[in-house]
């Protein structure tokens, strides 16, 4: 198992099932159109799936990857073409009805009910019963441990689903799609929460079930994760498809072309720092207490500088200690913060979020749907809530045509694309609603950006809107403190890269020395001075 | 038609103002029907129908701006009661002109509004408890004051002696009509109170805050909005229509009733309801609420009007309470 893992591109394998191409597609669509009242999202489009390959379905945010999933696994049934899953034509009225022709979707959001058990989730709405309806808890048990045993999960069956890391409950998720005898499995972006180790177990889950001849949809944004695993590549943009092409065919520049319809350049161009000496955030010893049992501690002894102008990577495995730090800096983790913090050369004592952005400290977390936006609220009222003073005088009235010239101006530097101003937020493309997020941390005018994942589930194009925009405001003097779990945007955008590891700083690595072999040594515990405390 | 002003017209049908005012069409379209021998067409069964909802419509407010923060508040009718008792214990037996009593009692309302605020704030305890526990607490404090008794312009003396003071002239002021009778105060009063959260929920920043908690709490808190404050001020502003509809009540019956308005309070989260804004929160306005009044109003009228018996008259409700949500879904 472990070789498939570094060997994903080879096929077949265990059951020899010779060349793909001579195998009947477990999925066909043919022609498949797709309205939402007057608007056509899907303009006849063509995709086929074989079992054992691994299909990546590419495309930006909008392209109708999503539309397209959503009908094969019986979301939408409204829709104009042909479905053939396994030979039969189908035409599902409901996810049920997709799941018992054998398609299992695993989604960006899990899909288990977190306060039930292990054998709970597994069986959940085909529960085996007996005599009088009773459920037969005992065979459900047994059941579960024979299929855990297939994963690599050492779990016991009782155990709640919300006591285990977001990995293993994608595994289970996996483990059940695989026990109710799935053919074709959809991935849609699964390692957005994932860290890198958990990615690497992930993908070899997948190589195994291709080896069992399983037809695999991947979607991702990832270029990295598409040449890792892909067997073949389809694109659409605008709802159209732009080609399918086996991976090998397709070098990156092409693919990338195919997605977003231009050539995008070398993004991440080097770049110099305008205001070199004036410290925008001194951070002295900056510890933070574990949530819940206090006497440990997530992030320890934490120093350095960020000088204005300047863009500071914190890199570290999930569970170092990063995001903590930035939460810690935006003043949103209370009384669990020690150290001492200065801003512009003058105390900054980390009292909370209103403060902080009153004082231009702005911190965007990496998770815009639970912690960054409101879905009802309209795309105005959305980029202007930080910064809504502005507009206001002492009672608190709003000077709406001011907030609606600035909301205009500064969503057309980002490029946002929303049908209307006044339209709730959550009918925005995941792409344009990071950029209304980022546009509110922007728009009280900070001194110090505190990014989390910025670019996080968004697609190449809005990427390098957003690389540019960054530039720009280092430019201006702001001073960014920047998390990426991707290397090369990391590598890319920072003149300095701090590396932590088990919560302190582990090595600062100079722009010109870093490497990604360097970073992640170093987020790994391999290298740096980790037991001592962090280098300032 | 041109084909750009039919787009518009085919988005606006989707908005939910459009849905709203489409069922109290729908409704008054009813009433021209069954027009009770043409009783519907007169004026006058319109300005009873738009006071009688008058004060269920002040509570319908304060209700949308609670709702709106994904709360709820249960304790509207027993604090209009405590509002209506204090209001008549001070103009009668204290015998207090009408200037100090009513900004006395709108105070006393606001106060325990914000009380209920802050425990949903501060101690985050959820919101239909609380209010709850107002609600109990309230209907007492009422008993207490009026020493279970409605509180009339006969007051008795401490030695037992009976003796009769004027009802002071801001009862009759509050209860009489303008517009040579065309229209009653406490429907302009209402209207004042729809203005007020109209300009509190969309021009003033606290009108943003209050969307932006009801929408994602925790995202508000960290775009730098006062969560706690906003919350309070939420709570603050249904106790204080809680009391100004006290008044009303206290006004249009004469005296304070510690029993008046018994669950008033779901008359208007029915009111918000079919209207339109959703109990989930983040969304909604006080304009929606306003035609969801309306459209209870008219129901009500009609059926009283074709002397529907009381029964018919609460199934109906019921019904069209379920009908108007769907419809707003556009399910219907």
Known sequence: MGAAGEEPITRGGGTGTGHPARRDPVVVMGGIRKSFGPVEVLHGVDFEVLPGEVHVLAGENGAGKSTLIKILSGVYDDFSGELFVNGRSQRFAHPNEAARAGIATIHQELSLVSSMSVADNLFLGREVTRRLGRVDFAFHESETERILTQTDLDISPRQLVEELPISSQQTLEIARALARDASVIIFDEPTSALNEREVDSLFQRIVELRRRGRGIVYITHKIEEIYRLADRITVLRDGRLVGTAAANDLPPQQLVKWMVGRDLGRGGKRRRAFFPHEAALEVLELGVAHPTRRSRSVVEGVSFNLRQGEIVGLAGLQGSGTSEVLHALFGALGRRVAGRVRLCGEPFPLRGARESIERGVVLLTNDRKSLGLAPELNVTHSVSLAGLSRFCNLVGWVRREEERETVRAVAEQFRLAAPSFDAPVRTLSGGNQQKVYLARCLLPQPRVLLLDEPTRGIDVGAKADIYELMRAWVGQGIAILLITSEMDELLALCDRILVMHRGRIAVELARETASKDAVLSAAMGLTGNSERGGVT | ?332
């Open chain 2, 1 to 332: 038609m041109s084909p750009a002003w039919r787009v518009k017209l085919t988005v606006w049908w989707t908005t939910p103002v459009a849905r709203a005012l489409l069922a109290l069409l729908l409704m008054i379209a009813i009433g021209g029907i069954f027009n009770a021998e043409g009783a519907f067409f007169r004026w006058s069964v319109h300005r009873d129908m738009l006071r009688q909802v008058s004060v269920h419509g002040m509570l319908a407010c304060g209700m949308t701006v609670v709702i709106i923060t994904a709360g709820i508040d249960l304790s509207v009718s027993s604090l209009l009661a405590l509002a209506a008792v204090s209001f008549a214990w001070l103009t009668l037996p204290q015998g207090w002109p009408a200037v100090l009593a009513i900004p006395l009692v709108l105070a006393f309302g606001t106060a325990l509004g914000s009380a209920s605020g802050a425990l949903v704030a501060r101690l985050r305890i959820q919101p239909f408890i609380v209010t709850l526990a107002m609600m109990v607490f309230a209907r007492g404090l009422a008993k207490v004051i009026s020493g279970g008794r409605k509180i009339t312009n006969y007051v008795t003396e401490a030695d037992g002696t009976t003796r009769v003071v004027d009802l002071p002239a801001i009862f009759g002021i509050i209860d009489s009509k303008v517009l040579s009778g065309n229209l009653s105060i406490v429907t302009i009063i209402f209207l004042l109170c729809v203005l007020v959260t109209w300009i509190v929920l969309s021009r003033l920043r606290l009108g943003r805050h209050i969307y932006a908690v009801g929408g994602n709490e925790e995202a508000a808190r960290l775009s730098g909005v006062p969560v706690r404050r906003t919350l309070i001020a939420a709570y603050a502003l249904s106790g204080l229509f809680a009391a100004v509809a006290g008044i009303c009540q206290a006004a249009q019956e004469t005296h304070g009733d510690p029993e008046t308005g018994m669950a008033y309070e779901l008359d208007a989260i029915a009111m918000v309801v079919i209207g339109g804004t959703t109990l989930a929160g983040g969304k909604g306005s006080v304009v929606l609420t306003l035609i969801g009044v309306l459209t209870i109003g008219y129901l009500q009228k009609i059926l009283s009007l074709n002397a529907a018996p009381e029964a018919t008259r609460l199934m109906l409700t019921g019904a069209i309470i379920i009908c108007a949500v769907l419809f707003q879904r556009g399910k219907a």
